[in-house]
């Protein structure tokens, strides 16, 4: 299999107590994108909320539409939307339209969800998420598979309609999840699962094989919670608060539902103390990404957030450099010899 690949997870926050002004932060992070893939990253993810007093973005496939105008071999993808909130045909109509764009460099990373407030919004039932999310799964799948057979689920349904277009290269449906129901359900209906935690790793490949499927059917998109710099340490000191600020932001929301995550942290010492979390420096992050790849020819990409909520861009395009220089090609040159039998 082929090494991984490494990208960037964005979110566009914009928390009140360290205010910017909007519009160029959406231009300024798009321009930052734009910039890595000369830098040697391969992939940009972007994710999803909705009416979260920090401004988090609402729309991560016209983000995605927009680096996909101005690049030309980075994938990108979201991570995640939430399907049950949307209309599964026309996240099947956008997502072909994307790839199409692109040239086939988009895939459409969905999840469960878990907020309550969002579920109430958009018409749903949180309790019935799990058979909402089959549900759209299927319609998707049916769109873009150019059947006009149409489908009746038990919560959504598409009329005996054939989607036009159809993609020339059809996206990937990975699929986010967290606890083991999550991960068992990426197995069995996903084109690959995306990871909050590595440890979810071997989970999500017991499941395949449980599921009647081989390791060589499983695909993993391993997001980072790492917060990588020279001196990480004090690199922490210096951006704990807003990482502080993510995680309970995620907590308060369900994000880490089934986890074992606490329901506060305190201080970001304790986020630390937990594990949500890890510092590495370049030789720690070669060392251990390099590991990973090695146990789990699985993985497709290593992805890690671009700045934290609150942080200017300028701040994390120093990590965003350091990454490009220190870790993408020292852990692939590792992975390419041990392929050779170096």
């Not at 972007?46 to 979260?52: C, G, K, L, R, Y």
């Not at 997001?223 to 001196?231: F, K, N, T």
């Not at 942080?311 to 220190?326: F, P």
Request: aromatic share 10%; hydrophobic share 40%.
């Amino acid at each position: 299999m082929p090494a991984p690949t490494f990208g960037l997870w964005y979110d566009f926050r914009n928390p009140p107590q360290w205010s910017q002004p909007i519009g160029p932060l959406y231009r300024e992070t798009i321009d930052q994108i734009v910039w890595s893939e000369q830098l040697g990253f391969r992939s940009a993810w972007f994710s999803e909320h909705h009416f979260a007093p920090d401004d988090y973005a609402c729309s991560p496939m016209i983000a995605a539409a927009a680096v996909g105008a101005r690049t030309t071999e980075m994938r990108l993808a979201t991570n995640i939307i939430v399907a049950a909130l949307h209309n599964p045909v026309r996240l099947a109509e956008d997502s072909i339209a994307l790839s199409l764009i692109t040239d086939g460099r988009f895939d459409l990373g969905v999840g469960l969800g878990y907020n309550e407030r969002e579920f109430t919004a958009f018409g749903r039932v949180r309790k019935q998420r799990p058979s909402l999310f089959e549900d759209a799964i299927a319609i998707i799948r049916a769109a873009w598979s150019g059947s006009d057979a149409g489908y009746e689920g038990k919560r959504l349904s598409m009329p005996a309609v054939r989607v036009t277009p159809q993609a020339e290269k059809t996206p990937a449906l990975p699929i986010g999840a967290v606890a083991p129901k999550g991960l068992e359900r990426a197995a069995r209906l996903g084109d690959g699962v995306i990871t909050l935690s590595n440890d979810h790793c071997q989970v999500y490949l017991d499941a395949l094989v449980e599921n009647g499927k081989t390791l060589d059917d499983g695909a993993i998109y391993a997001s980072q919670w790492v917060v990588l710099a020279e001196d990480p340490e004090r690199e922490w000191a210096r951006i704990g608060e807003h990482v502080l600020y993510q995680v309970n932001k995620y907590i308060e929301w369900g994000s880490f539902e089934g986890s074992g995550v606490p329901d506060h942290f305190d201080t970001p010492q304790q986020i630390l103390d937990f594990g949500v979390y890890r510092l590495w420096d370049a030789s720690t992050a070669v060392e251990e990404l390099t590991a990973l790849a090695e146990r789990y020819p699985q993985i497709r990409d290593f992805h890690f957030w671009a700045q934290f909520p609150g942080e200017t861009v300028e701040s994390g395009s120093a990590r965003v450099q350091y990454i490009a220089d220190n870790v993408i090609p020292a852990v692939q040159s590792r992975l390419e010899n041990t392929t050779a039998g170096v």
